[in-house]
């Protein structure tokens, strides 16, 4: 069983969390005080599986500099070994993270650009499966230890190649500590924002537009149509107030619909977990009401749900052009910087 496995959490200051998982063998604390002491065995008469219990050992510890040291050593006894590469990354991976939690950026994008180095030397742009991931997030660290040094187009290098292989979340960037020193340029700007929408262009084109209609009770009761707004770009937030990831798009729905009101019309298309269609109103007004949401809501059920093109869970955004086709679903929460690009897009290609 490997010890090391990782858990990628995209977030603000996170890239990546390397997670260390309990191994096979029990920790000195869950021995039985009857049990003797093991006798310590060599490093370089360990086997792999017991020298990856000792980094994991270490790492527990927060002695990340002779973990690696250990690894280092080893790689070098052992060149060929690319697992010892692979823990080697995860290694330094969570020390770089460790580092950055305490506001220690210099010394944490120093080790993020060692993990960029290592990333390429293992992976292709041909990685698939986990060594996708794990490529992507090397790339992260790579780009964000760039960001720190305000190499803008090694930055962007780092990005772009980490979207070919599929990554898609660079409205995080913005928040990231790591690329402050380059929110101020004009060029990380306006190259992100031009990614932006070349990944809102190719997430389009990629998807096969289909038909979608409704008609829908509104919070006064009134019939909706989803025709009734035919010629204007519609948004379908499929969406329900008792569902937290939908709540925290709401904002950004209320915004595309206030920024964009000539040519866009948002609905909510709202599916609740109440007994009684009137609890469901009082539940969504009040939402409405706190919110400040400006757009109608409809309500719709599960067998509403059944006919959403490719509904697979809450949240669900669809993209429909002036034509009445679906252009695109996005599944899960998304960020207003990327709904912002697919609707742009829409708008400059039917003007």
Known sequence: MSKFATCKCIGPVSVLCVVI???????????????????????????????VFEVRRL????????????????????????????????????????????????TAATIMEEIGQLGRELFTAEAEGADRVDYIASLLCEARARAYASDVEGCVDSI??????????????KQDPF?????????????IG??????????????????????????????????DSHGKIRIIDVWGT???????????????????????????????RTETETEARQQIQTVVDQAGIN??????????????PGFKAFPTTLFIDRTGKVRLRLDGTQSYDKMQSVVEYLIAEQQ
């Open 59 to 106: 790492a527990d510890k927060n002695d990340y500099k002779q973990a690696i040291e250990m690894l280092s050593e080893r790689i070098k006894a052992h060149p060929d070994d690319e697992s010892l590469k692979r823990t080697m990354l995860a290694t330094k991976i969570q020390y770089a993270e460790s580092i950055a939690r305490i506001g220690d950026l210099p």
């Open 194 to 227: 031009t990614m932006l929408k070349a990944n809102a262009a190719k997430d389009i084109l990629e998807y096969q537009p289909v038909e979608f209609d409704f008609t829908l009770p509104d919070l006064n009761g009134n019939n909706v149509a989803l025709s």
């Open 179 to 191: 690329f402050g020193k380059l929110r101020s340029s004009d060029q990380y700007a306006q190259m």
């Open 295 to 308: 757009y109608t809501c409809v309500l719709g059920t599960d067998n509403t749900t059944r006919t959403v």
């Open 160 to 173: 772009r190649a980490a979207i070919e292989l599929g990554y898609g979340n660079l409205e995080v960037l």
């Open 242 to 272: 008792w569902c937290l990831p939908c709540l925290s798009e709401l904002p950004s729905f209320i915004r595309l619909q206030k920024n964009y009101a000539d040519d866009v019309v948002v609905i909510g298309l709202t599916v609740e």
């Open 21 to 51: 998982l309990a191994g096979c063998e029990p920790s000195a604390t869950q021995r039985s005080s009857s049990e003797k002491p093991k006798t310590k065995i060599a490093v370089a008469d360990m086997t792999n599986e017991q020298f």
